[in-house]
Each structure stands twice: as C-alpha cells, then as structure tokens.
C-alpha cells in the first residue's frame, strides 16, 4: 500500500469552517479516551448525532486521508462511539481541530465539558 501524506489539504478558509463544525460536534460528546495513535469520542445514541458524525466522518475522509474512522452503533439506540486512528500522532491534529487540547484532561478517560 502507497504511503499517504499526513498533510490536511484545507485551505484556510474552509480549515475555518470545519473547526466550527467540530467545535460544535465537541458539545455533544459525552466521553474521551485516548491512546497515542487513536482517540474515541461517545455520544448519545441520537439519530441527529448519528447523522452529525457521519458528515464529519465524510468531510475528514477528503481532507485528511491518512486518518481511519470508526463508527460503532450500540444496539437499541445505546451510545455512538466514534473512533479515529493514525499514526505518528496524525490522529491528534484532529483531536486538536475538536478544540481537546487540555493535556490533564486528554491523558485518559474524561468527560469533554469538564475540559
């Protein structure tokens, strides 16, 4: 497999507009864990949540293609874990652009609003 660039191919503007967006998905988590290479975000099992992560997962996919993302749906309407995975710390960068930049908090498991 050809080795992919860890460059995001947003223009300053449109790197503007995602922020937004991933600041406004970073309200709706209710859980964080992070390892070096990866981090997974909770979320209440709602279809507009659904529906949320997967726009981001779409519009990541384009820009960032050296990311990998996971959507697991817990059955009967139970929580939305979405995880992301990279490496050389690829996976940070994105975790950065969701405004998760408290080192106390990111070390381990927390609960964002409490960031």
Same mark, same amino acid.
């Given at each position: &497999?050809?080795?992919?660039?860890?460059? *995001?191919? +947003?223009?300053?503007?449109?790197?503007?507009?995602? %922020?937004?967006?991933?600041?406004?998905?970073?309200? +709706? /988590?209710?859980?964080?864990? %992070?390892?070096?290479?990866?981090?997974? #975000? @909770?979320?209440?099992?709602?279809?507009?949540?659904? &529906?949320?992560?997967?726009? /981001?997962?779409? %519009?990541? @996919?384009? *820009? *960032?293609?050296? #990311?990998?993302? !996971?959507?697991?749906?817990?059955?009967?309407?139970?929580?939305?874990?979405?995880? /992301?995975?990279?490496?050389?710390?690829?996976?940070?960068? #994105? +975790?950065?652009?969701?405004?998760?930049?408290?080192?106390?908090? $990111?070390?381990?498991? $927390?609960?964002?609003? !409490? *960031?």
């Amino acid at each position: &497999m050809t080795e992919i660039p860890i460059a *995001c191919t +947003l223009d300053k503007n449109a790197l503007n507009k995602r %922020q937004d967006e991933l600041n406004t998905l970073r309200q +709706l /988590v209710r859980e964080m864990r %992070q390892t070096p290479n990866e981090f997974s #975000l @909770r979320f209440d099992g709602s279809t507009e949540n659904l &529906m949320a992560i997967a726009h /981001v997962i779409a %519009q990541e @996919r384009l *820009c *960032c293609p050296f #990311l990998k993302f !996971q959507l697991t749906v817990e059955p009967g309407l139970g929580s939305l874990w979405f995880e /992301v995975t990279g490496s050389n710390d690829s996976a940070r960068f #994105l +975790l950065t652009m969701f405004g998760f930049d408290n080192e106390d908090c $990111c070390n381990s498991s $927390c609960i964002p609003s !409490q *960031c």
